[in-house]
């Protein structure tokens, strides 16, 4: 394939030597992105489980983690392939090896579609969301002489008004113009709404999510009027998945931060009759760099860390209980001490679970993938950037 360069293939990481040393997960330089493989898999299990039961396909969403090495050990678990939320993110995965891709959000830059059609003439199964005349437009220019149709969805706005056709009418005008064009194969439908994944109660969720399900609905009602019936309906994530299996509007589902979990979601009722089934996978190991003043010591990991649009960070372990997190600058973070805790040494490790997983690893170069103090393998962060 094309363009960019694969860096699992040309980047070592800086603890690439303590890979398969007994306890090199307790010397890695820090601060470093840990992943417990054990969790990992437990969670993969678990959501191709729950997808089956369900009987979904799944879909998930590779912005979650940026890594070629986890999306296919996603596939692994069973999955179609894996959904991205950009261009960038699905060249990246490409070139990483990933056979096949679903961009969520609509491809608007020229470049972009010049790209994405040599992948796709190179092999590449790529699947495309479509809200907007123009890009068939685009599409049928780059695609011009292709021998392979480019599966295209048409991309539903079921209440964020991000992205997505505004009504009815326009979504089986776009899909009346992806069936029409030569280049395409009318695929089906996707709509998702981000705005309801966080929302911690389930009455709650269930509610706001419900009203933007209706409007899905009369969608693809629609849809299947006009002779345009969807054979894919994608959409869904992993705050929405129960609701989503009691309405069955979808065929898969793009879940994605089920397979690390954070501050955010492990606060959340994902279900309505059982607790939260899924492991927290991912965590920042960080190192205490001062231990000067009183009641606190100061981290290597802050703002340049820790994603912050959301909560802090929690600390992890027992030895942690009654100490709480504070960013403390770019490169710093505080740890108060609770009444009667001991003071951390000068050097010694400090974990913490991300507050948001998708934007924190966004700012990592890869993940240390660890099966108790080992670490068995280092990810890197293929498609982590904005491009």
Not at 187 to 206: C, F, K, L, T
Request: charged share 20%.
């Amino acid at each position: 394939m094309s363009g960019q360069r694969d860096r699992s293939k040309t980047w070592r990481p800086i603890n690439a030597d303590l890979i398969g040393v007994p306890g090199g997960a307790l010397r890695v330089t820090t601060p470093a992105l840990m992943l417990d493989l054990p969790a990992l898999r437990a969670n993969l299990a678990t959501m191709t489980k729950l997808c089956a039961d369900a009987g979904f396909n799944m879909r998930p969403h590779a912005k979650t983690h940026k890594s070629s090495d986890l999306a296919k050990l996603q596939i692994e678990y069973g999955a179609l392939g894996v959904c991205c939320a950009t261009p960038h993110e699905a060249i990246a995965l490409a070139h990483g090896g990933v056979p096949s891709i679903h961009i969520t959000t609509p491809v608007v830059q020229p470049r972009h579609f010049e790209e994405l059609a040599r992948l796709h003439n190179d092999g590449l199964s790529l699947m495309v969301a479509i809200d907007h005349p123009a890009q068939l437009a685009q599409w049928q220019k780059v695609l011009d002489g292709s021998a392979r149709k480019l599966p295209m969805l048409v991309d539903i706005d079921i209440g964020m008004k991000r992205t997505g056709v505004a009504t009815v009418a326009d979504a089986v005008a776009i899909a009346k113009g992806i069936a029409a064009l030569a280049q395409a194969s009318y695929a089906g439908a996707q709509a998702y709404s981000g705005m309801v994944q966080h929302i911690n109660d389930y009455a709650e969720r269930r509610k706001v999510y419900g009203a933007q399900l209706d409007r899905l609905a009369e969608t693809l009602e629609a849809l299947v009027a006009a002779g345009l019936k969807p054979a894919i309906v994608s959409g869904g994530g992993t705050g929405t998945f129960a609701i989503d299996v009691e309405r069955t509007l979808y065929t898969e589902v793009q879940v994605g931060s089920y397979v690390f979990m954070d501050v955010e979601y492990n606060a959340v009722q994902f279900f309505a009759d059982r607790p939260n089934p899924y492991e927290t996978s991912l965590y920042l190991r960080t190192s205490v760099v001062n231990t000067n003043a009183d009641g606190q010591v100061s981290i290597n990991a802050g703002f340049k860390s820790f994603a912050t649009d959301g909560p802090l960070a929690l600390l992890m372990g027992e030895a942690q209980r009654g100490n709480t997190f504070a960013l403390y600058g770019d490169e710093f973070g505080r740890v108060v001490l609770g009444a009667g805790a001991a003071k951390p040494a000068l050097g010694s490790p400090i974990d913490l679970i991300t507050p948001h997983c998708d934007p924190t690893v966004n700012l990592h170069d890869c993940f240390h993938v660890v099966e108790n103090d080992t670490i068995v393998d280092i990810w890197p962060v293929v498609a982590r950037g904005t491009l």
